[in-house]
């Protein structure tokens, strides 16, 4: 095991902040973004079904420069070292069931027939249980889980994060030609280094206090 | 700063899993949990807006078995060290948004008419521009940005947990007497320390490939 100290925790938790402006001369090492990569991929999901895609963009700047204007001006898209859009299945369909299962059965080398039961509860929780629409919902939510892991694990490395919810969905799958793919535009994130200039890095953080938001039974 | 390095990191993403089976005699030290709670109230959220309430359960042990019941007969519910179960705001009002205000405007020194562009914001934005089931699902989308950060400072601090999904969030939020309070069930996590007996702590992590789950633009 290589586990931190609750003091290192918190001086990273404390550390980051929704970063306004990138500087944009900055570039994450690949040997890190490499580790922030497989943070996403470890992301956990429910069922395990990762029913997500994680479009990066961090070479094609003309590409950049067109989400910025579905995000309402918003430079970190273009500035940021990475920013990674979080899509997800428009459904969930008997297929993506049987997909995962292959997965799994290759990895665990066992016979497919092992996992049939957790299949039938996939589907009947997921693929009959829930129409597209709630599908997508809950697609979005693990989308949620695996944007909480990223940003935590890039703070923990030093790597600044901007959560992006101020965007077009529906222009960005126009731009990155998602339409007709299967998944849709969730939610994004910028990853790189703060700007000396973002004056956001040195206002204090809001929150409220356990009291107010923790309830111990 | 205290950053980690990338090989610590995937260390301790690749020693988490999904535990079933808690060992019930192990309990989070004081220390540890304080640092883990923490990370529940620094997460980021939408416009900052924390629309949540973290109910822990670790001291009522007959709550704990009545919820199991709500959970499928998930013994992780009872057994793990502390329950988390994340509520959240069943809507978002104009007095949420004031509440608000006034946390940054007293943690940031200054007047409340400073904030007003960003109360403007977050009114049209939220208050006006979802209806109460959109609010509700912004707010959850939330919580599993909070759900992500916990299991991923729990993993670094060599805390075991378990996401919860598969409980009853209405007969959760009757439990737990949520009832009229403004605050629904969204999801839970447990926490605490695996079993030796655990099997899942021995199979293979089951995760898509690079090539399958990220797009390099």
Redesign the interface.
Known sequence: ????T???????????Y?TKQFDAQRKIPA??W??L????????S?Y?M?P?????????AE?RERLVSCSWGQRQVADSSHYVVFTVRTEITEQDVDT?MD??AA??QIDKSAVEPLKKMIESGIVRGLNATQQQ?WA???A??????????AA???IDTC?M?GLDPAKYDEV?GLKGSGYATC?ACAAGYRAASDKYSQ????????QQ?????
Chains 1, 2 share one sequence.
Request: proline share 4%; no cysteine.
């Open positions: 095991m290589a586990t931190i609750p003091e290192t925790l918190l001086e990273q938790l404390h550390w980051r929704a040997q890190v490499s580790a990569e497989q943070s996403l991929i470890l992301t956990p429910s395990g990762q997500w895609k994680f479009v990066v963009l961090n070479k094609d590409l995962y997965s799994i990895t665990r919902e979005s939510r693990q949620y889980i695996a944007l909480g892991n990223f940003m935590t694990s923990l490395l030093g959560p919810e990155l939610v206002l204090a953080k809001v929150r409220y206090t356990a938001v923790v309830e111990n039974r």
